[in-house]
Nanobody, 126 residues
Framework: QVQLVESGGGSVQAGDSLRLSCAASGLPFSNYAMGWFRQAPGKERDIIANIGRSGGSTYYADSVRGRFTISRDNAKNTVDLQMSSLKPEDTAVYYC???????????????????WGQGTQVTVSS
């Protein structure tokens, strides 16, 4: 069964850190670029970070650059999102997604992602 399962969400205070993890199963993980998206109530789902299949390429949205770090472990089939200096505006449901690629490139459009996790809620209070 092909699936992505996120974990690590929760409720924190502004300024705190949180680490999200996404575990992949049933797919050749190292053939996929991985992305983290988030969707706040009433807003569209936005990409916030992604990483190429080998981990050599990364992308961060301006809103999280310098505060969030994406990483992957192809031996464990996991991709993590380390979030620091969290702000109330980071409150959202966070999703991981997978896009099959032939090269170590980042994928910036949601439509190119084939597989999605169920999401994990992150709530940051002031």
């Amino acid at each position: 069964q092909v699936q992505l399962v996120e974990s690590g969400g929760g409720s924190v205070q502004a300024g705190d850190s949180l680490r999200l993890s996404c575990a992949a199963s049933g797919l050749p993980f190292s053939n996929y670029a991985m992305g983290w998206f988030r969707q706040a109530p009433g807003k569209e789902r936005d990409i916030i970070a992604n990483i190429g299949r080998s981990g050599g390429s990364t992308y961060y949205a301006d809103s999280v650059r310098g505060r969030f770090t994406i990483s992957r472990d192809n031996a464990k089939n996991t991709v993590d999102l380390q979030m620091s200096s969290l702000k109330p505006e980071d409150t959202a449901v966070y999703y991981c997604a997978a896009a099959r690629t032939f090269w170590d490139i980042v994928i910036l459009t949601a439509q190119e992602y084939e597989l999605w996790g169920q999401g994990t809620q992150v709530t940051v209070s002031s």
